[in-house]
């Protein structure tokens, strides 16, 4: 896999600098879940991962590993809300000033986070400016460091980390995953735990899941190379609104990836609404996105019965939460 952009010792490498200060998220199951699939799925739940959602390992991994000259110049990243807080956390503990560029309509619960990490934050209109200009323009300025949300290879080994648990702690149960099924959006999070399970259990089918309207990814692997999608509506999935897949990611969800659900907001909507009855936890609409595919019928398991399920975040303003959970969304 070198010819790739990670590969599993850089996976390994990154767990070793996290361990004791990322979560290592546990594995849980549902019996009610399991019925009602038929299946036997097995919950990565990064709902719980510090900051509440998975992005807070890659960030970790990247910053630390920057010198002290680069520290004390500080970092700069642009997101709507999961990574803004999760670089955000990161250079705190690192004692690492930080500016975050966020849309002015980011959830306020995610805003809010981010200010409260002690990271400054640059507002900006999603429709008429650009935060990569923008992001660009202040790391010049301070000699700051840019810290992509996903298209790096310190990132997609950090997020992959959360993949080499979900394997280990299957194989701990007796589990071999037929398939793992994972949110996507720049496609970070998936290229790199589909990185670590192929290493892992090279027989496991990796699955993406998109919301309509920001199938980008299913696109780009149709046509065989990245295909930019110009959006025409927004969606509940706020964290999974990239248009395109990375540069860097991309090859690896080539190489790895067997198939992407598309999902609707409806459909969404309602694995917020099962996450919270029946699994008893808020998982905001991106991170339900895989669990909205299982509950559609939308996932191929060729034929397997076992699979793991990544929940990549919770981080769902309450009200909104509040209007999906009355079904006024």
Do not use: W
């Not at 700069?76 to 999961?82: Q, R």
């Not at 149709?222 to 964290?239: S, V």
């Not at 905001?284 to 191929?300: F, I, Q, R, T």
Request: hydrophobic share 45%; aromatic share 4%; glycine share 10%.
């Amino acid at each position: 896999m070198t010819d790739l952009a990670v590969t599993l010792a850089d996976i390994e490498a990154a767990a070793g600098r996290i361990k004791g200060v990322a979560v290592e998220t546990p594995l849980i199951e549902s019996p009610a879940l399991n019925e009602r699939l038929g299946l036997r799925v097995l919950i990565k739940p990064e709902t719980l991962q510090r900051v509440g959602a998975f992005k807070f390992r890659g960030a970790y991994n990247r910053l630390v590993q920057l010198s002290p000259e680069a520290r004390a110049r500080g970092v700069v990243a642009f997101s709507s809300g999961n990574h803004a807080q999760g670089v955000a956390l990161a250079a705190k503990l690192l004692g690492i000033p930080a500016l975050i560029v966020m849309p002015a309509d980011a959830p306020k619960v995610k805003a809010e986070a981010t200010r409260g990490y002690g990271a400054e934050v640059k507002v900006y209109d999603r429709l008429t400016e650009s935060r990569e200009k923008i992001a660009a323009a202040i790391a010049a300025e301070r000699g700051a460091v840019v810290v992509p949300a996903f298209d790096d290879p310190d990132i997609i080994a950090g997020q992959g980390t959360a993949g080499l648990e979900l394997v280990r702690q299957a194989q701990a149960r007796g589990a071999t995953l037929d398939v793992v099924v994972c949110p996507t959006s720049g496609g970070g999070l998936l290229s790199g735990i589909a990185t670590a399970v192929k290493a892992l259990s090279p027989g496991t089918a990796l699955i993406g899941v998109e919301p309509a309207g920001y199938d980008d990814t299913l696109t780009s692997l149709q046509a065989g190379r990245r295909t930019p999608m110009t959006p025409t509506h927004r969606t509940l999935c706020d964290a999974l609104e990239t248009p395109c897949p990375g540069e860097l990611t991309f090859p690896i969800l080539q190489r790895h990836v067997a198939d992407v659900a598309v999902v609707t907001d409806a459909e969404v909507a309602e694995a917020v609404r099962y996450a919270f009855s029946v699994l008893k936890l808020v998982v905001e609409p991106g991170g339900s996105a895989g669990l909205a595919a299982l509950l559609a019928g939308k996932v191929d398991t060729f034929g397997g019965t076992t699979v793991g399920l990544v929940l990549s975040g919770g981080n769902i303003d309450p009200d909104q939460f509040g209007r999906i959970l009355r079904r006024e969304l």
